[in-house]
T-cell receptor
């Protein structure tokens, strides 16, 4: 079945440093979605990428979808303590399918 | 209304108890989901309802019984659970069962089985 790998599992940065998490699928994806889950909270939808090579920005967050539609990344510029949480990528395959979540990257930001 | 509401937020139940988790959305979404999430793990799909019909059951034990009374409501009936079933149970909804355009998750029910 479809697998989505995500690295790193965990990252601890100083406030102001950049952060990147990477996602790789075993199969070509129809789209890829990113979610953020704060400690003690629930996953919150951030964005969806659909097109090959697509790049989207949300303030300090930059999302990319690979040319082959099998990999994606989320980059945060100049992290803030409010960025703390676990970031999940979730891939949607072709046809009738449901989201396959990566294992997530837990981000800790020290002031 | 852009929320998925789950009740209760916390639940402690014994292994012989019967309880139900409730989920409600008023976004007109036609797909609703139950997920189970253990600490430091991704959400794990349990059930998918599409247009009020069960479309996916991810080989979930029969002690979990889902119900979709109408397009806005989703229940999860619990009976004879085991301590290892303790987890965060998340309800989610989306426009369609494929999940295009993203899922909206509820805040979850933290279940402890004693």
């Amino acid at each position: 079945g479809q697998q989505v790998m995500q690295i790193p599992q965990y990252q601890h940065v100083q406030e102001g440093e950049d952060f990147t998490t990477y996602c790789n699928s075993s199969t070509t994806l129809s789209n890829i979605q990113w979610y953020k889950q704060r400690p003690g909270g629930h996953p919150v939808f951030l964005i969806q990428l659909v097109k090959s090579g697509e790049v989207k920005k949300q303030k300090r967050l930059t999302f990319q979808f690979g040319e082959a539609k099998k990999n994606s990344s989320l980059h945060i510029t100049a992290t803030q303590t409010t960025d703390v949480g676990t970031y999940f990528c979730a891939g949607l395959g072709s046809g009738y399918s449901t989201l396959t979540f990566g294992k997530g990257t837990m981000l800790l930001v020290s002031p | 209304d852009t929320e998925v509401t789950q009740t209760p937020k916390h639940l402690v139940m014994g292994m012989t108890n019967k309880k139900s988790l409730k989920c409600e959305q008023h976004m007109g979404h036609r797909a609703m989901y139950w997920y189970k999430q253990k600490a430091k793990k991704p959400p794990e799909l349990m059930f998918v309802y599409s247009y009020e019909k069960l479309s996916i059951n991810e080989s979930v034990p029969s002690r979990f019984s889902p119900e979709c009374p109408n397009s806005s409501l989703l229940n999860l009936h619990l009976h004879a659970l085991q301590p290892e079933d303790s987890a965060l149970y998340l309800c989610a909804s989306s426009h369609q069962a494929r999940g295009d355009y993203g899922y909206t998750f509820g805040s979850g029910t933290r279940l402890t089985v004693v």
